[in-house]
């Protein structure tokens, strides 16, 4: 039910473009695609700014592929991250919103660490995903990428919900697009806690985080010249009641999933009584 649940780093379009302009950005890379919504927002951007895309993505969608092919100012790049850094220029702004596990967002964010730190043009990164359900729970588009060591126990089945550790029958889950760590919480499982320990020993490095829609995470050194209106741009987005909407959402969407199963279940039940009387009716004929 996708078109039930915000969703998409398209919703963040406003915030994430004043960012972009109060940085003077020009080299942006967007680390998942996706549809290509969101992208096509950037694009945009782009085209009045001067600036250029590289977007990150090893299997594109149709949406994304037929963009690529018609934007002059966006570059899409077949690889899996974190190895595609390797073929990216000196970045402005970095959007993570690709595989939301540990390994990797750790592995991303230590690839900016000399771009983060830069004195004279320090880069700023935008994360998508820093709230539930991915802050301390691994997911997995693609476990094989993740080294062994690294790799959680995971399903593709079962859900998440908040305040449970393990998966459960039903709650948010992948429909089998991905796999989710069975446990949530513990030592480098999740974005946010990726973020948090990549934060532990860069004392010049601050996260700020806007609580709606799956979390969004914007890192910066604090000494930025820019980093006073970045903060002034993501505090109004900070009030407790945005947190509260977000929780609430979050319980709503899981409640019409419950009753979908609930749902489907009652359906299965009559169906099998239904043929049992059939049945029972054929033998008295």
Do not use: K
Request: net charge negative; charged share 25%; hydrophobic share 40%.
């Amino acid at each position: 039910m996708p078109d039930l649940l915000l969703h998409s780093l398209a919703v963040f379009e406003p915030l994430i473009t004043d960012l972009l302009e109060t940085t003077g950005a020009r080299q942006v890379a967007e680390i998942g695609g996706e549809g290509g919504l969101f992208t096509q927002q950037l694009v945009a951007w782009a085209d009045r700014a001067d600036g250029e895309i590289h977007c990150v993505d090893p299997s594109p969608s149709p949406q994304l592929d037929r963009l690529a092919r018609s934007a002059e100012r966006l570059r899409l790049l077949r690889v899996a991250s974190p190895a595609a850094f390797e073929q990216l220029p000196s970045l402005d702004v970095c959007i993570i919103d690709g595989d939301h596990n540990y390994w990797t967002v750790t592995s991303e964010l230590e690839a900016l660490d000399d771009r983060l730190h830069d004195g004279d043009r320090p880069a700023l990164v935008v994360l998508h995903d820093v709230g539930w359900p991915c802050a301390h729970r691994d997911s997995y588009y693609a476990p094989e990428r993740v080294p062994a060591e690294a790799l959680h126990e995971h399903s593709y089945n079962g859900g998440a919900v908040p305040g449970a550790a393990a998966l459960q029958e039903t709650g948010f889950s992948s429909a089998g697009q991905w796999a989710w760590a069975r446990r949530e919480g513990g030592p480098r499982n999740g974005v946010l806690t990726a973020v948090e320990d990549f934060l532990a020993d860069r004392p010049t490095l601050e996260l700020q985080v806007v609580p709606a829609v799956f979390g969004l995470g914007v890192l910066f050194a604090s000494g930025a010249s820019w980093a006073e209106p970045v903060r002034s741009l993501v505090a109004p987005y900070q009030h407790e009641l945005i947190a509260r909407l977000e929780t609430n959402r979050i319980e709503l969407y899981l409640e019409v999933i419950r009753l979908q199963h609930e749902l489907e279940r009652r359906s299965r039940v009559h169906q099998l009584q239904l043929d049992r009387h059939m049945a029972v009716d054929g033998r008295e004929r």
